[in-house]
């Protein structure tokens, strides 16, 4: 199938032929050829939603196909409508372990209205997709679903792993990775496994992806950019074009959501000051939100476990926890979410470095791949719950409404691990 991107109709091919009933309106250049009759046989690969900055009012629709031609995708309330059209931009990205070249396409929807269902279709000239379910955040309660590491040998573990999510919450509104996606950055084979692993997920909940360590690695484990992580995601623009991607924020119901980039030691040679920039720009997203809670997602730890095996390795904060730490306690942050470390632990309230109420909530979130670490951590005294041990796949459940925060812990077979709640 990864050949086949975009079935053209003939003889032999199941088409549905249908008709856009309604005209479709103006903006972004679109036509206004209501009536045409329309085909529903093209396939668009990896169709996902990722999220915008305001999702109460945007939404950015992507997909991926062998062939590069012109394209938009086409929304209207459920049910039926009117029909708006967005023009879709595509840039090439070169193929390699066996997969070929691609053109990823990318639409920005805006204007959608808090709450509203509506329903979303690819279309090349009068070949459309199937119609798929978006929705747009209505500002209130919601549940989202939280994946820690899914790097991989073999991605079948995280698509078991985001059913299993899926049927915990099954009115979750939009998923969030907490980088280490995949095992090589650079490797287009595992992103296809990546992106394929989840299925349906992808057409239906937008995704918030966080960057890691291993996005930044290159066929033959150097340090590189990023290029595909960047490729495969178009995300909310944090002001500085030469950073697009790194780092970004949005919200979602009463959550202002902050995603740092924790790769500052792999990314030295292309932005050897990452960090600077990227403090200048959290102090400024932190105080510029009006949101009741504010979370955290950052791939690296804020703490540092003792391996046992590294004597000279000390207990105690991490690198990216003295520099980030200071700033989450003085903008008063609710909650830290990190990845990494691939186990699951649940530090309580930690400020100024210290076990204190007054600080954020900080959850290492856990696995989600089949590259695990039996017996390497040792426990940190900053520990209130870790996960049964040896650790296999987890995810976790975040409930939100504006008075309460709720992180559960979850193995996939549906045990709860834990339950940290936050009450304003
Ligand atoms: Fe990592």
Not at 160 to 189: H, S, T, W
Request: with cysteine.
């Amino acid at each position: 199938m990864r050949d086949q991107w975009m079935k053209r109709a003939g003889i032999g091919v199941l088409a549905a032929v249908l008709l856009a009933g309604s005209a479709l309106l103006g903006g972004c250049g679109q036509r206004a050829d209501a009536g045409e009759a329309v085909i529903t046989d093209m396939e668009p690969e990896a169709l996902r939603q990722v999220v915008a900055s305001d999702n109460q009012h945007g939404r950015t629709i992507m997909w991926q196909q062998i062939r590069e031609e012109t394209a938009s995708v086409e929304y209207r309330t459920e049910g039926g409508g009117t029909i708006r059209s967005v023009q879709a931009g595509s840039r090439l990205l070169k193929g390699n372990r066996g997969e070929p070249d691609r053109y990823i396409y990318e639409a920005r929807l805006d204007g959608l209205e808090p709450g509203e269902a509506y329903e979303y279709r690819t279309r090349a000239g009068n070949h459309v997709s199937p119609w798929h379910r978006l929705t747009a955040d209505d500002g209130g309660a919601f549940t989202a679903l939280i994946f820690p590491d899914t790097q991989s040998q073999d991605y079948g573990v995280w698509r078991a792993v985001a059913e299993a999510g899926r049927k915990q919450a099954p009115d979750a509104e939009f998923f969030i990775n907490m980088g280490d996606l995949v095992d090589c950055g650079q490797d287009e084979y595992q992103w296809q496994a990546w992106l394929q692993g989840a299925g349906d997920l992808f057409r239906t909940m937008p995704v918030a992806p966080v960057i890691g360590n291993h996005e930044a690695y290159s066929l033959d484990w150097k340090m590189t950019l990023p290029e595909r992580y960047l490729a495969h995601f178009t995300l909310p623009d944090n002001g500085d074009p030469s950073l697009a991607g790194l780092f970004y924020s949005f919200d979602w119901g009463p959550v202002h959501f902050t995603v740092l980039n924790t790769q500052a030691e792999e990314l030295r040679e292309w932005y050897p000051d990452l960090f600077e920039k990227e403090l200048a720009w959290l102090e400024q997203d932190l105080s510029g939100t009006k949101q009741p809670w504010k979370v955290v997602l950052m791939h690296r730890d804020s703490l540092q476990y003792r391996i046992a095996s590294r004597p000279e390795r000390k207990e105690g904060i991490s690198p990216e926890g003295e520099i980030f730490m200071p700033v989450f306690d003085r903008m008063r942050v609710d909650a830290v979410l990190s990845a990494h470390l691939h186990t699951y632990r649940n530090r309580g309230h930690i400020y100024d470095f210290q076990r204190d109420a007054r600080g954020p909530l900080y959850i290492l979130t856990g696995v989600a791949g089949d590259v695990r670490y039996p017996n390497l951590w040792t426990n940190h005294a900053l520990d209130v719950t870790v996960a049964p041990q040896p650790e296999t796949d987890n995810f976790l459940t975040m409930e939100a409404d504006a008075d309460r925060l709720c992180f559960r812990a979850w193995l996939p077979d549906g045990t709860q691990i834990d339950e940290a709640v936050l009450t304003k």
